[in-house]
């Protein structure tokens, strides 16, 4: 079984640009989470996904991140513009949803931005 | 709220000693606990985990925890250390009671040393 895809794997850029992550979760996962996890800390959940609905989006930096999973099945993640503390690895992971299931986590983007 | 707090950034042992990576939460709901590892460059796997029932729980590479409520803790053991268990670890609360394991509250993780 494939698992969570996630694109690019590195991604440096200037602050005030934006950028964009994809996720492409395991197969007939409907629910799908982003994390920001910055060097050091552990990871926190940027926004949940339920199909192509979110669930929980409170901890979005709403003024400059956006999310969407149009299909219900990948998903982007937009820093729109970026900040020098946005420098982070975003992680995505999906669950079939139900109770007491597992999380797959992809592997990450790693974001530096200069 | 929920947090979770992990004691020690980082943590040192020889190759056969006993592991010990210690974790507190607060909880105002019954706990969800769990415990992932993270390996360089790598997401996150899910090493073990506490729902209800037994409080001794097992997981994945012979790594354990206890859940003891009255001490607010889920330390994760190891009784002899093996070189490949060189990694982060982050232990892990559900916020809202639930056995989901993909919304969680993480704490500030603990990086393992294996010495030779």
């Known amino acids: 079984e494939a698992g969570v895809a996630q694109s690019p794997r590195y991604k440096i850029i200037e602050k005030r640009q934006s950028v964009a992550f994809w996720c492409n979760p395991i197969s007939g996962h409907a629910t799908l989470y982003w994390y920001q996890q910055i060097l050091g800390q552990g990871p926190k959940l940027l926004i949940q996904f339920q199909n192509n609905g979110v669930v929980d989006d409170s901890q979005l930096p709403k003024d400059r991140f956006s999310a969407e999973r149009l299909k219900g099945v990948d998903s982007t993640l937009k820093i729109q513009p970026a900040k020098l503390e946005d420098s982070a690895v975003y992680l995505c992971?999906?669950?079939?949803?139900?109770?007491?299931?597992?999380?797959?986590f992809g592997q990450g983007t790693r974001l530096t931005v200069v | 709220a929920q947090s979770v707090t992990q004691l020690g950034s980082h943590v040192s042992v020889s190759e056969g000693a006993l592991v010990l990576l210690r974790c507190n939460y607060s909880?105002?709901?019954?706990?969800?606990l769990f415990w992932y590892v993270q390996y360089p460059n790598q997401g996150l796997q899910l090493l073990l985990k506490y729902t209800t029932g037994a409080t001794l729980v097992k997981g994945i590479n012979g790594f354990e925890a206890e859940f003891k409520k009255s001490e607010t803790s889920f330390h994760l053991t190891k009784p002899s250390a093996h070189m490949s268990d060189a990694a982060e670890y982050f232990c892990?609360?559900?916020?809202?009671?639930?056995?989901?394991?993909?919304?969680?509250?993480f704490g500030q993780g603990t990086t393992l040393q294996v010495k030779p």
């Open positions: 892990a609360v559900s916020p809202d009671g639930s056995s989901n394991t993909g919304k969680l509250i």
């Open positions: 992971a999906s669950s079939d949803g139900g109770k007491d299931t597992e999380a797959f």
């Open positions: 909880s105002s709901v019954p706990p969800y």
